[in-house]
């Protein structure tokens, strides 16, 4: 399913078959690199794979000015993995930088409103678990235990873990931002800087030897680049503005 949704969307940007079907490609099998290459914490959770296709899914629908379909995907793939939250910070960031906030926000708004109300329930039900609750305040012990970037900075210069968080997520993200200046649809344009922002909080508050929270990002990042093969420096046309229908 997730490389169905990446084949119609770079299609609907006016890339060839070929390349659509190269970055489909590419796009689910980067992601699937995060989760069993690295030779540490090399499991899947049930929520993996189904996270790129909802992601994938709302950009689409946010491309495509799908108003009421991204709410509907947004909702259910909440439910599954929170990272859903990236297109929808993706969609306000672009809606802001191209005026189109005033059309924009009764939807955006409702997103989060659903969004936290969604979290916020599950977190209800699930309050009694084993889990480390909605936060993971301290890090594993594994690494020494402690707060979360000092955790992360002792895997960024070691020896084993070090290189595998470079080539994985240091060296993509660089990529993407390097060849930014190559994307002019303002949608997935914001979708590099929200990557490299939640990238960034990461390291503060999440696990960097657990490389697969990075797969359904990269995921995203390979269609925004493609995004800027398609439209080469032209910019997207009015039909294709990410907030034009319902």
């Known amino acids: 399913a997730s490389a169905v949704c990446a084949y119609a969307l ?111 329930a599950l977190w209800g039900v699930f309050a009694g678990g084993p889990g480390q609750g909605l936060f993971e305040l301290e890090h594993s012990a594994d690494a020494g235990g402690g707060a979360h970037l000092v955790a992360n900075l002792r895997y960024l210069v070691g020896p084993f873990r070090g290189p595998w968080i470079f080539f994985l997520v240091l060296a993509p993200l660089g990529i993407a931002l390097l060849l930014r200046a190559a994307v002019t649809h303002p949608l997935w344009r914001a979708f590099i800087d929200v990557a490299a922002l939640y990238v960034l909080a990461l390291v503060f508050i999440g696990n960097f030897d657990e490389l697969r929270m990075f ?25 294709e503005a990410p907030v034009e229908s319902t």
Not at 48 to 68: Q, T
Request: glycine share 8%.
């Open 10 to 120: 770079v299609r609907r940007m006016r890339a060839a078959p070929l390349g659509c079907v190269a970055t489909a490609a590419v796009a689910v099998a980067l992601p699937f690199a995060y989760l069993v290459l690295p030779p540490f914490r090399p499991f899947f959770n049930s929520s993996d794979a189904p996270s790129l296709f909802f992601l994938g899914a709302c950009l689409w629908m946010v491309h495509a000015g799908r108003k009421g379909w991204f709410t509907v995907l947004f909702v259910v793939g909440t439910f599954n993995r929170e990272t859903t939250l990236l297109a929808l910070a993706a969609w306000a960031l672009a809606a802001w930088r191209d005026g189109s906030w005033r059309r924009s926000w009764p939807w955006l708004v409702g997103g989060l409103a659903a969004w936290l109300a969604i979290k916020g």
């Open 215 to 239: 797969a359904d990002v990269f995921y995203g990042l390979v269609l925004a680049l493609a995004s800027g093969a398609a439209y080469g420096q032209q910019p997207a046309s009015p039909a």
